[in-house]
C-alpha cells in the first residue's frame, strides 16, 4: 500500500477516527479526532490549546489512531496508524478551515479561532486492513523515516512440508508449492494457528 494513498483515504473516506494516548499514570486514553489534510509528509488535524489532549500530545509527542468504513464487520476497511505528532506552523491553519468549513460553526471568528494548533503526524508505520475481500486483504506502510519492522509469523527452514497447518488457516493463506512453505502475509490474519499447530516447530512470530 502506498502511503500517500492509505493518507488519503484515512483524510477523506474515513474522516474521523479514535486515537489514544497515555496520561500523566501510565494509563490509555482515547478521544475522538478528525483527520483535516493529508500528504505525502504525514497526517494534520487540529486541536484546541486548553484541551488536554492537546498537552497529552505536547508532553509525549505519540499517538495511535484507528478509522474503520463500511456497513458492518465483512463490508470494512479499517486503517491504522501510529506515530510521533509535533505542532506545526499557523499558515496551515488557514488551509485546513478551508478544507473543512464545518470548523466555522464551531469556531466562528478569527478570535475564537486563535484558540486552535495544528498537528502534524510526521513519522510512523500504518496498516491497511480490508475485510471485505476474501481472503482478507492486509499491507503496511510507513510515515517519514520511520522503519517497520516484521510482524505476524513465518515459516522457517524446519518446515518439511506436511502441511498440518493447512487445515487449520482460516485463510488458506500458506503457500505449499515451495518447501519450506510460505505465508503469504497480505492475506494473513496472524491468529497464530499454524503457530501453535507445526510439529516441527517450524512457523515463529516476527518481530
Same mark, same amino acid.
Given at each position: 500500500?502506498?502511503?500517500?494513498?492509505?493518507?488519503?483515504?484515512?483524510?477523506?473516506?474515513?474522516?474521523?477516527?479514535?486515537?489514544?494516548?497515555?496520561?500523566?499514570?501510565?494509563?490509555?486514553?482515547?478521544?475522538?479526532?478528525?483527520?483535516?489534510?493529508?500528504?505525502?509528509?504525514?497526517?494534520?488535524?487540529?486541536?484546541?490549546? /486548553?484541551?488536554?489532549?492537546?498537552?497529552?500530545?505536547?508532553?509525549?509527542?505519540?499517538?495511535?489512531?484507528? /478509522?474503520?468504513?463500511?456497513?458492518?464487520?465483512? #463490508?470494512?476497511? @479499517?486503517?491504522?496508524?501510529?506515530?510521533?505528532?509535533?505542532?506545526?506552523?499557523?499558515?496551515?491553519?488557514?488551509?485546513?478551515?478551508?478544507?473543512?468549513?464545518?470548523?466555522?460553526?464551531?469556531?466562528?471568528?478569527?478570535? #475564537?479561532?486563535?484558540?486552535?494548533?495544528?498537528?502534524?503526524?510526521?513519522?510512523?508505520?500504518?496498516?491497511?486492513?480490508?475485510?471485505?475481500?476474501?481472503?482478507?486483504?492486509?499491507?503496511?506502510?510507513?510515515? /517519514? #523515516?520511520?522503519?517497520?519492522? /516484521?510482524?505476524?509469523?513465518?515459516?522457517?527452514?524446519?518446515?518439511?512440508?506436511?502441511?498440518?497447518?493447512?487445515?487449520?488457516?482460516?485463510?488458506?493463506?500458506?503457500?505449499?508449492?515451495?518447501?519450506? @512453505?510460505?505465508?503469504?502475509?497480505?492475506?494473513?490474519?496472524?491468529?497464530?494457528?499454524?503457530?501453535?499447530?507445526?510439529?516441527?516447530? @517450524?512457523?515463529?512470530?516476527?518481530?
Amino acid at each position: 500500500m502506498e502511503t500517500k494513498k492509505a493518507l488519503t483515504y484515512l483524510e477523506k473516506e474515513i474522516h474521523s477516527v479514535v486515537v489514544a494516548t497515555v496520561d500523566d499514570n501510565g494509563l490509555p486514553i482515547t478521544c475522538a479526532i478528525d483527520i483535516m489534510d493529508s500528504d505525502e509528509d504525514g497526517l494534520y488535524f487540529l486541536m484546541a490549546k /486548553g484541551k488536554s489532549f492537546c498537552e497529552r500530545l505536547k508532553k509525549r509527542e505519540y499517538i495511535s489512531l484507528t /478509522g474503520m468504513k463500511g456497513k458492518d464487520t465483512l #463490508s470494512c476497511v @479499517a486503517v491504522s496508524v501510529r506515530g510521533r505528532v509535533r505542532e506545526t506552523d499557523s499558515a496551515r491553519l488557514e488551509r485546513l478551515i478551508l478544507k473543512n468549513p464545518y470548523m466555522k460553526e464551531i469556531y466562528p471568528t478569527e478570535a #475564537s479561532r486563535q484558540a486552535l494548533v495544528v498537528f502534524q503526524l510526521y513519522e510512523g508505520s500504518g496498516e491497511w486492513f480490508d475485510l471485505s475481500k476474501k481472503p482478507i486483504e492486509r499491507s503496511y506502510f510507513t510515515i /517519514g #523515516s520511520y522503519k517497520e519492522k /516484521g510482524q505476524g509469523y513465518e515459516i522457517t527452514n524446519e518446515c518439511i512440508g506436511c502441511r498440518t497447518c493447512e487445515a487449520v488457516c482460516p485463510q488458506g493463506c500458506i503457500d505449499f508449492n515451495t518447501t519450506p @512453505a510460505v505465508i503469504l502475509q497480505e492475506n494473513c490474519l496472524r491468529c497464530g494457528n499454524c503457530f501453535e499447530a507445526c510439529p516441527q516447530k @517450524a512457523v515463529v512470530k516476527r518481530g
